[in-house]
């Protein structure tokens, strides 16, 4: 099939395809989603297929209102007014307990919660609302790759097997969602997957503590998530993180060993190694900010085949703030490697 770009004008054409069942990726402020109607199970069934995506991965469920989502969800904690007040639409997905029977189980991977999102995009916010349904958006990559933040990455992943992209130009932030646990009334929120609203963030807003899981921090711990026990965000390339005080000694053992190396990294780093390595993907600054919307292009970008890199090292940041949601992704594209002497 050929997959169209829809801009401004073609939004009431791609809602009637979602509607219909097609499959049709939407611009967020994160990343891009690949988008299908949350109430026909063999729509969302097309979307792991096309993915790749293991289904016992439950997807976010995105509304364009609160009013929407509160069809779906039984038990409000008690929270949730305030957090919702705050932070939506933005890049915050809530997990609730759902009256029985009233998503697909496909969209839910059997459990009997559900997540929940309402996007900070003003066009896949029109197009939720002139399809009138609920719609799933996992993250509109090839399973197991970096997330797309362009409609050009969605198109290079998935092109022929959707019908089409809602084209709105790079996101904004770049990296997943915030994803919290708030199916538990009596539970204080729990943090499944860290993104751009932090912990710190949460607590002033709900003016209490929030828990973060335990394999957050640990890894020997079983996520909570199902989606976070996957291989993720990794290009071809292999991919290595390098600490602030390493770039010197990492640039002249690859060009002792004759390795093509990529550096992704801020004007800082980038400007400093430019001369010594294969190719550099910079940063627009030196800011946490400016290295999560960049890292998954980053990525992308350096794999090229043309390049013929061999090894990629990244720029690393504290884990503090925005911090952790950039580390978590590094991380993993890593599979944990920081360059040792
Ligand atoms: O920013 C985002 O969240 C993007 C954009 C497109 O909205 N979407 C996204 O979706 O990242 P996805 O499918 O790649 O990630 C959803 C995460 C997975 O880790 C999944 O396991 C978790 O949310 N999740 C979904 N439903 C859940 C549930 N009922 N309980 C626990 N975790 C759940
Ligand atoms: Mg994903």
Do not use: C
Not at 78 to 106: C, D, H, R, Y
Not at 115 to 141: H, Q, W, Y
Not at 210 to 218: E, G, K, P, S
């Amino acid at each position: 099939m050929e997959t169209k770009y829809y801009y401004e004008e073609q939004l009431t054409e791609a809602a009637q395809a979602l509607k219909n069942g097609k499959l049709v990726a939407f611009p967020t402020e994160t990343v891009y989603g690949l988008g299908a109607n949350a109430l026909l199970p063999e729509a969302v069934k097309e979307v792991f297929l096309v993915k790749g995506r293991p289904q016992d991965n439950p997807l976010i469920v995105h509304v364009s209102s609160f009013e929407q989502m509160k069809k779906y969800v039984d038990n409000l904690h008690p929270l949730t007014e305030k957090i919702v007040k705050n932070f939506w639409p933005g890049p915050l997905t809530m997990i609730f307990e759902i009256k029985k029977g009233a998503l697909p189980s496909i969209v839910t991977g059997g459990l009997s919660t559900a997540a929940f999102r309402m996007p900070d995009n003003k066009k896949t916010l029109k197009v939720i609302e002139l399809a009138g349904i609920p719609i799933v958006g996992p993250s509109a990559n090839t399973s197991g790759k970096p997330s797309p933040t362009t409609a050009e990455h969605v198109y290079h992943d998935l092109h022929g097997k959707i019908t089409g992209i809602i084209d709105d130009g790079a996101t904004r932030i770049g990296v997943e969602s915030t994803v919290i646990d708030l199916s538990d009334p009596k539970r204080a929120p729990m943090i499944l997957r860290p993104g751009a609203v932090t912990k710190e963030q949460l607590e002033a807003v709900i003016d209490g503590k929030v828990a973060i899981d335990q394999h957050l921090i640990q890894s020997t711990e079983t996520p909570k998530s199902p989606g976070m026990k996957y291989q993720h965000y990794s290009p071809d390339t292999k991919v290595m993180m390098v600490r602030e005080s390493d770039w010197d000694n990492a640039v002249k053992w690859a060009k002792d060993k004759q390795i093509r190396v990529g550096v992704i990294a801020g004007p800082r780093i980038a400007e400093a190694v430019r001369f010594d390595v294969a190719a550099v993907y910079m940063y627009f600054d030196d800011s946490v900010e400016a290295a999560t919307k960049g890292l998954f292009a980053g990525l992308r970008g350096l794999d090229e085949k043309t390049l013929g890199l061999d090894l990629i090292f990244v720029e690393v940041f504290s884990e503090e703030g925005l911090g952790n949601a950039y580390m978590n992704r590094l991380k993993k594209s890593a599979g944990q490697k920081y360059f040792e002497n």
